[in-house]
């Protein structure tokens, strides 16, 4: 038996579409053109600029990369002016500045940089320091700008020669003059005693110490200040030391250690400091501890005038019971008048006179004491013993 033949259809078997996912602009394999062969390299690149065509088409992401645009350069910005506040590029000039505008002037910063207070810094006590105060940047670098003569430690005058110049000129004037710093701030410049000294103030002084040709007094009040003008130069930004010594009790300011200024004799030009002679360094170390002895010897003199003091009020009314007078001065003492003992220390009851037992008892109460018998036949000698008026 034979089957009948079949003819071929007509018709595909699959449609092509005409629209939907066969004309999707995102189906390279559906388009016209030569077809790339899936994973290879044309193909991928084929599919990267197919998608960087749709993205760049697209409002939402375009006004997205605008926003990343402006923020980069917001960024850069940013950073283009925290490089110009960041004084740990700038080497000397920077650290300076930083000094100044942190601490208010730059001979206050030294002071907070210069903990031990000998006038000059290592390296490591500068690397130490700068940690310390938040300060970055190269400090190899910062080292090598500051001690330019290498000789291993470095100075105000290294960093600053005008500041060192004005401030050590004066204070050795003073300490000439005056012999510590403590003293020439009371005498010689504080002379209103306020606590606190202006500008005319600093003019004054320069002319008194013959320094007003050689020293710019309003540079020299800049130089110490540390807070606004208008509030004045204190003590302890005057003179820390002397500021300490103050609080302590020291006012003759016999602690004081051997004053930085008097290293300025050794001092070169160039502001490096020579080797101070083995005799002076002694001398130094003599003066500091022979002021600490002196120091302690006014403590306990002040302290047994104090103790005298006080024993002399209490013989006062011990002694001064003796008579009549030193009575009278002993319940002023004791109550704060004669109305107020008379009330409330003799006459008790009101009745306006007291016994010679009332009188006793009353003594006893106040802590007086001395010839009662004796003072109460004074007192009543015109009243003929009966009894005793305080205004009779």
Avoid at 144 to 172: C, N, Q
Wanted: charged share 30%; glycine share 10%; with cysteine.
């Amino acid at each position: 038996m034979t089957l009948p033949a079949i003819s071929p259809p007509t018709t595909p078997l699959v449609s092509t579409p005409k629209s939907g996912l066969g004309l999707s602009a995102s189906a390279p394999l559906l388009r016209d053109g030569p077809q790339r062969k899936k994973g290879s390299a044309a193909h991928r690149r084929e599919q990267r600029a197919q998608f960087l065509e749709r993205q760049t088409g697209n409002k939402v992401i375009q006004a997205r990369r605008d926003m990343a645009k402006l923020h980069k350069e917001l960024m850069k910005d940013s950073r283009a002016a925290d490089d110009v506040e960041f004084w740990g590029a700038k080497g000397k000039e920077g650290f300076a500045r930083y000094l100044t505008k942190t601490y208010g002037s730059l001979l206050a910063g030294w002071r907070v940089v210069d903990t031990d207070g000998n006038g000059k810094l290592s390296f490591s006590e500068l690397c130490a320091a700068c940690r310390r105060m938040g300060y970055h940047g190269n400090f190899k670098k910062l080292w090598i700008d500051l001690d330019a003569d290498a000789s291993g430690f470095i100075s105000l005058a290294e960093i600053d020669p005008e500041v060192h110049r004005y401030v050590s000129t004066y204070k050795m004037a003073l300490k000439e003059k005056y012999g510590d710093m403590l003293t020439a701030w009371k005498q010689g410049i504080d002379t209103n005693k306020t606590g606190r000294i202006e500008e005319r103030e600093i003019v004054e002084s320069l002319k008194e110490l013959g320094l007003d040709k050689e020293l710019d007094a309003k540079k020299l009040f800049k130089m110490f200040i540390t807070g606004p003008k208008g509030l004045g130069l204190s003590l302890a930004e005057f003179d820390p030391v002397a500021w300490t010594c103050y609080c302590s009790g020291d006012h003759k300011g016999l602690t004081l250690k051997a004053n930085k200024a008097s290293r300025e004799a050794f001092l070169k030009d160039d502001g490096a400091e020579e080797e101070r002679p083995q005799e002076v360094r002694d001398n130094e170390q003599h003066r500091r501890q022979s002021g600490l002895l002196e120091f302690r010897k006014a403590l306990n003199e002040e302290g047994r005038k104090e103790q005298k003091a006080a024993q002399a009020k209490v013989n006062v009314s011990r002694v001064g019971i003796s008579d009549v007078e030193g009575f009278k001065k002993a319940l002023v003492l004791r109550c704060g008048s004669l109305m107020q003992a008379w009330k409330k220390s003799l006459d008790i009851d009101g009745n306006g006179k007291i016994t010679f037992g009332e009188f006793c008892i009353a003594l006893q109460r106040l802590g007086l004491f001395g010839d009662i018998k004796g003072l109460w036949k004074q007192l009543t000698a015109s009243e003929e013993g009966k009894g005793f008026f305080l205004f009779s």
